[in-house]
């Protein structure tokens, strides 16, 4: 059963970078999609991005195009969200999830099958 641990977060101020890992155990991901989403306090968990799993096709959400990326190693199992340009209402808990076997990217939240315990980035202003 694949395991997801997510990594990366921490507190910045208002105009820095962050790169969030996501790097999985327990199977290689290959064949899996890999989705980001985040939480923030009183809200619902928020879709982000989503990468193929060759690492040829991604999703965004309209939200943070233009400034999120999403990309992945698949010798090293992993995954990442580069940010950029971060501010207040970034704020959140980030997760990544793994989609469907052979399933393209997708933002539904349904269908993801594990997720990984988060971790936290606060954007001070």
């Known amino acids: 059963q694949v395991q997801l641990e997510e990594s990366g977060g921490g507190l910045v101020q208002a105009g820095a970078s962050l790169r969030l890992s996501c790097a999985a155990s327990g199977d290689t991901v290959e064949s899996y999609a890999l989705g980001w989403f985040r939480q923030a306090p009183g809200k619902e968990r928020e879709f982000l991005a989503a990468?193929?799993?060759?690492?040829?096709?991604?999703v965004f959400a309209d939200s943070v195009k233009g400034r999120f990326t999403v990309s992945r190693d698949n010798a090293k199992n992993t995954a990442y969200l580069q940010m950029n340009i971060l501010n207040p209402a970034d704020t959140a808990i980030y997760y990544c999830?793994?989609?469907?076997?052979?399933?393209?990217?997708?933002?539904?939240?349904?269908?993801?099958?594990?997720w990984g315990q988060g971790t936290q980035v606060t954007v001070s202003a």
């Open positions: 999830a793994l989609g469907e076997r052979l399933r393209p990217p997708t933002s539904l939240k349904r269908k993801y099958i594990a």
């Open positions: 990468i193929s799993g060759t690492g040829e096709n991604t």
